[in-house]
């Protein structure tokens, strides 16, 4: 089945490290967004790529960096720098950029920094 | 910029009741609206999507009209179940974005009761 598979599931780190969020799909979708939820919150853009060897900062992008050499993968890079790293992370594609092309979602990477 | 406002929750209902929630957005554009639903530890799963005003989006028994008159997106359904209890985004996606970002609501998470 086609999809996108986020993992881990659940990820522990200590303050200071870095840590790398995978994100793959078989989908054939050019565009790949990671978006971060908060408790009570909605989803807030984290960075985009359109294409492969491309990428955008969204609006919470510091703190974070991603890389797109592959067209199935996307991952996310939590540093050190980024000040409340504890949340859950959802990767999503879709075909285009195009309005009426839906995200598709992963299931969420829940990190935990202590 | 554009944005997405839902009603807050929690919505409360005994099964089989009539669900609403409120969905509104503003926009410079001509967005596709949607409605993801998310349960629990999991990611958001596309439920309906509508492309231009006036369409009507449909699945599971859940439906959702596209009023541009009054920038609404309400989601509906007739009869719900225990199995409903969920949190849902309205979003929407503008065209003349080239982003293709998902702009999201707060969620309204729903209980449902048997």
């Known amino acids: 089945d086609g999809g996108i598979t986020q993992s881990p599931k659940y990820l522990f780190r200590k303050e200071g490290q870095n840590v790398t969020l995978s994100c793959e799909q078989n989908l054939n979708h050019d565009a790949m967004y990671w978006y971060r939820q908060d408790p009570g919150q909605g989803l807030r853009l984290i960075y985009y790529?359109?294409?492969?060897?491309?990428?955008q900062k969204g609006d919470i992008a510091e703190g974070y960096s991603v890389s797109r050499e592959k067209k199935e993968s996307f991952p996310l890079t939590v540093t050190s720098a980024q000040k409340n790293p504890t949340a859950f992370y959802l990767c999503?594609?879709?075909?285009?950029?195009?309005?009426?092309?839906?995200?598709?979602f992963g299931n969420g990477t829940r990190l935990t920094v202590t | 910029g554009d944005s997405v406002t839902q009603m807050e929750g929690p919505v409360t209902l005994s099964e089989e009741a009539f669900l609403t929630i409120n969905c509104t957005y503003t926009a410079t554009g001509y967005p596709s609206l949607f409605w993801y639903v998310q349960y629990p530890g999991e990611g958001l799963q596309l439920l309906l999507k509508?492309?231009?005003?006036?369409d009507k989006g449909s699945n599971k028994g859940f439906e959702a009209t596209y009023r541009k008159e009054t920038t609404s997106f309400h989601l509906e359904k007739g009869s719900v179940q225990v199995s409903d209890s969920a949190v849902y985004f309205c979003a929407l996606r503008d065209g003349s974005s080239n982003t293709g970002k998902l702009i999201f609501g707060q969620g309204t998470t729903l209980q449902v009761k048997p």
């Open positions: 509508a492309t231009k005003a006036d």
């Open positions: 790529s359109q294409i492969v060897n491309d990428f």
């Open positions: 999503a594609s879709s075909a285009t950029t195009g309005h009426n092309s839906p995200l598709h």
